[in-house]
């Protein structure tokens, strides 16, 4: 029987919101352990998130002409602390390392493989599409800490409203233009190209609702956004 293997883009804020979230990460693998069991296998891309942005925002702060490069390498590192904390989540689950070649060529025989960032210019969302690329997955389930897409900034709009399924150029088309280190967007610009060019779909999905999660998993009715070709 083919396995189907499904990436789950994870966004840092999960895994660190303020200190670290136990309950998420027990939960993430009871999740993961269940669907393994139904004949699933997981490629999970983590995020630097808030920790991210933390350590960013200081060193802009101490160091005003700190080059964008050097931020990047911080949200890198930040990444990969996060990852390996998942790995060690994932106990025998999952691959022995923490990739950070999303486009290296590797023979995985554990059913999770956990993933981090990889170089400056490239945020965790572009790593995933570039993984999704190499091993041939064709959804990606975006984890984060909101229901919806919507069409304008909530935070900002009152009337924003929360959409359900949009395509690749529409979706794209609310998007800044360009991606910079720390951006909040629920899937980042040159990601979104990238993905509407590789005809895949990816599914915003609040990642502190593992129910439905399930849901999406198993190809039933969740709440979240889909975003397609």
Not at 97 to 125: F, N
Not at 147 to 175: E, Q, S
Request: proline letters at 6%.
């Amino acid at each position: 029987m083919k396995h189907e293997t499904i990436l789950l883009s994870i966004g840092g804020s999960l895994v660190v919101p303020d200190d670290i979230d136990r309950t998420f990460l027990k939960n993430l693998r009871s999740f993961a352990s269940r669907h393994i069991r139904g004949g699933k296998r997981f490629a999970i891309s983590v995020g630097g998130g808030s920790t991210c942005r933390v350590y960013q925002d200081a060193a802009r702060e101490v160091a005003p002409k700190t080059a964008q490069v050097e931020l990047d390498w911080i949200g890198i590192r930040t990444t990969e602390l996060n990852a390996y904390l998942v790995k060690v989540s994932m106990g025998h689950l999952a691959h022995h390392e923490v990739i950070s070649d999303p486009t290296r060529t590797l023979a995985i025989k554990k059913p999770v493989v956990v993933v981090a960032g990889w170089k400056p210019g490239c945020s965790t969302d572009m790593d995933a599409v570039l993984l999704a690329r190499n091993f041939g997955i064709k959804r990606i389930a975006n984890l984060t800490n909101i229901d919806f897409v919507y069409d304008k900034d909530p935070r900002l709009n009152p009337d924003a409203k929360p959409l359900t399924d949009i395509t690749w150029k529409a979706f794209r088309a609310i998007l800044p233009a360009k991606w910079k280190p720390g951006l909040h967007s629920p899937f980042d610009p040159i990601a979104s190209r990238l993905a509407q060019k590789l005809d895949l779909t990816v599914a915003i999905v609040n990642g502190n609702n593992f129910s439905n999660l399930d849901k999406y998993i198993s190809g039933t009715h969740f709440v979240g956004t889909v975003i397609h070709p």
